[in-house]
């Protein structure tokens, strides 16, 4: 382990043990924080006149939905539309290595940032809001196709579950966690919580989303996706584990699952954009 993970590692534990120590005084403060370190993200924001270069050259729309505006970045093409959906902690510009595959079809390519990251507002993440961005930029855009990267494929299954008569006809999902339960269990091991927090961060997510942890399962809800798809893994995702994709793929009867080796999390890989352009315009129905 280097000087920066050891660092980070020993920061990493100082947070847990002050919560834990934290929640014997003050448990409601306690759980606010721990749920806040779980919901808002670090990185991933665009400042201001700061726009990445691969951003600039777009027609730029921002929108209102509910109290929350989201921004949206186009690449005008034909009248194939192609959305695609980030993960956590990122923003549209990630999409820049992938940008000249689909490009190659001359279709026209929309980005979206997420609740929180990239230009888009407020200070909490979450799925259900990030879905009901997607439905709205659906709406707005009809696309034919959507690809999302790790919680932004989460949150691609989740619309899909959610709203299955829509303009969309094919999926694709990078490197993204199925279930919540996994993901809220291993921010607990790696702060070292007290276990009281699981079930304390499980009734806050109850009482604002409606729905159990172990009830918001991408497996689960890939059970009713009838469009076709690719479920993309890598072996070596260190950020989310390969398991998570199977969960997906077990689910999806028209997901084809593609199994990759050393990509790590970004997914970024010739020999994969290329099958995925196979799957998205070559390939007969």
Request: net charge positive; glycine share 6%; charged share 20%.
């Amino acid at each position: 382990m280097n000087l920066k993970k050891s660092i980070r590692f020993l920061t990493v534990k100082a947070v847990g043990l002050y919560i834990n120590l934290f929640h014997l005084v003050h448990p409601k403060k306690a759980l606010h924080l721990s749920y806040a370190l779980f919901t808002n993200p670090r990185i991933g924001k665009i400042q201001e006149g700061k726009l990445p270069k691969i951003l600039q050259n777009t027609i730029k729309e921002t929108f209102q939905h509910d109290e929350h505006q989201f921004q949206t970045y186009t690449w005008e093409g034909n009248d194939t539309k192609i959305l695609l959906v980030h993960g956590w902690e990122s923003n549209s510009a990630r999409w820049e290595k992938t940008l000249p595959y689909l490009q190659k079809s001359g279709s026209t390519i929309i980005a979206i940032d997420a609740p929180a990251h990239g230009q888009s507002s407020g200070k909490e993440f979450n799925v259900p809001r990030y879905a009901e961005f997607i439905n709205k930029a659906v709406k707005k855009y009809n696309p034919s196709i959507i690809i999302g990267h790790s919680i932004g494929g989460s949150a691609c299954i989740y619309h899909q579950y959610l709203h299955p008569e829509t303009s969309i006809e094919k999926m694709v999902i990078l490197g993204a966690p199925s279930d919540l339960k996994t993901l809220i269990d291993n921010y607990i091991q790696m702060l070292s919580l007290n276990r009281k927090m699981f079930s304390l961060l499980e009734k806050r997510y109850l009482e604002n989303f409606n729905f159990k942890l172990e009830e918001f399962s991408g497996g689960t809800f890939a059970k009713n996706i009838k469009i076709n798809g690719i479920i993309a893994h890598d072996t070596t995702d260190t950020v989310v584990a390969f398991s998570e994709g199977q969960k997906i793929a077990n689910g999806w009867k028209k997901g084809h699952f593609i199994t990759t080796n050393d990509l790590g999390h970004s997914m970024h890989d010739d020999k994969l954009y290329q099958e995925i352009y196979q799957f998205l315009f070559e390939a007969k129905e």
